[in-house]
């Protein structure tokens, strides 16, 4: 996914609810995330999305990977009880 993407459309792309009131990116909202500029091959998650950087340079992001994750066990127990 392009980083450039506005978090309106990714969030109805992907069916989740990310915010973040500094910016309007994706790719803003992971680097707010992280604190710093993610190197290409970064990987990491923010709720239930992993995030690879598949591209990028020392000023923005490129590209990103984004799979939904499954809920742990231990999330899952914790629904059902």
């Known amino acids: ?6 978090l309106e459309q990714f969030n109805q792309t992907l069916g ?3 915010k973040d009131e ?3 990116t994706i790719g803003g909202l992971v680097a707010n995330h992280l604190g710093r500029m993610p190197h290409k091959g970064d990987k990491f998650d923010i709720g239930q ?3 690879e950087v598949q591209r990028a ?6 590209v990103l990977l984004v799979e939904k994750t499954l ?3 231990t999330e899952t127990a914790a629904v059902e009880t």
């Open 1 to 6: 996914m392009r980083a450039l993407t506005e």
């Open 16 to 18: 989740v609810e990310l």
């Open 22 to 24: 500094d910016v309007d």
């Open 49 to 51: 999305l992993r995030f």
């Open 57 to 62: 340079d020392a000023r923005q992001i490129h």
């Open 71 to 73: 809920p742990s066990v």
